[in-house]
């Protein structure tokens, strides 16, 4: 009888003479970890650049669109900075 490797998602794998299949399912996990990780940066970056645009609006709303020009400026750096996450 083969021997179960269990991880941690609960996924059996044999670990005789299914080697093709583990080393499958930790790709898959590493590239599932990318994704994920991809998709928190660009959120941060995204609430960076809302952040600034709301500062940025507060001088607007004043009537001093020379204040608020750097703010846009910056969110417009931030949100440029997001990246296509990587396909699954």
Do not use: K
């Given at each position: 009888?083969?021997?179960?490797?269990?991880?941690?998602?609960?996924?059996g794998v044999s670990s005789l003479g299914g080697g093709s299949s583990a080393l499958g399912l930790l790709a898959r996990r590493r590239a599932v970890?990318?994704?994920e990780e991809a998709l928190r940066t660009n959120d941060a970056l995204f609430e960076a650049g809302r952040d600034l645009r709301r500062e940025a609006?507060?001088?607007?709303?004043a009537g001093r669109p020379d204040l608020a020009a750097?703010?846009?400026?910056?969110?417009?750096?931030?949100?440029?900075a997001t990246q296509?996450?990587?396909?699954?």
């Open positions: 009888m083969a021997a179960v490797v269990t991880v941690s998602q609960g996924v970890a990318r994704h609006q507060a001088y607007l709303n750097p703010y846009l400026e910056e969110a417009q750096m931030f949100e440029g296509r996450p990587p396909g699954l």
